[in-house]
C-alpha cells in the first residue's frame, strides 16, 4: 500500500495550504483516512481523519474550524485544506491509511506516506 503527499510549502502566517494524499483505488475504498503533524523533536499528533465512506469526520480541537478533511473517491485522494495557518502548524504532514477514523493514535494507522513539510513563517 502506497500513500503519496503533496501540496506542502512555505507560507506566512494567516495563509492557506491544501495538501493531498494520492492511494490505490482497493486501499481508498477500505481505509479511515488520516493526517497527523510531525514538529521537529517531537512525536506525530493527530490533526484530521475521515471514514472510508466520507460522512465522518474527526478533528484534533486546536484545528477545528481552520483545517477540513475531506475524500475524493474518483481520484483516490484525500485533502486537507488548511487556513488560518498560525507557526505553530510547522511540521511535516503525514497521511495515514487505517481502520478506525475515530482513533487519534497513531499505533491505529497501518499505513503511511512519507510527508511533506509545512512550514508556517510569522
Known amino acids: 500500500v502506497q500513500l503519496q503527499a503533496s501540496g506542502g510549502g512555505l507560507v506566512q502566517a494567516g495563509g492557506s495550504l491544501r495538501l493531498s494524499c494520492t492511494t490505490s483505488e482497493g486501499t481508498f475504498s477500505s481505509y479511515a483516512m488520516a493526517w497527523f503533524r510531525q514538529a521537529p523533536g517531537k512525536g506525530r499528533e493527530f490533526v484530521a481523519s475521515?471514514?472510508?465512506?466520507?460522512?465522518?469526520?474527526n478533528y484534533r480541537d486546536s484545528r477545528k474550524g481552520r483545517f477540513t478533511i475531506s475524500r475524493d473517491s474518483v481520484k483516490n485522494t484525500v485533502y486537507l485544506q488548511m487556513n488560518s495557518l498560525k507557526p505553530e502548524d510547522t511540521g511535516v504532514y503525514y497521511c495515514?491509511?487505517?481502520?478506525?477514523?475515530?482513533?487519534?493514535?497513531?499505533?491505529?494507522?497501518?499505513?503511511w506516506g512519507q510527508g511533506t513539510q509545512v512550514t508556517v513563517s510569522s
Open positions: 475521515i471514514h472510508w465512506n466520507g460522512d465522518s469526520t
Open positions: 495515514a491509511a487505517g481502520a478506525n477514523y475515530g482513533c487519534s493514535g497513531d499505533g491505529c494507522y497501518l499505513y
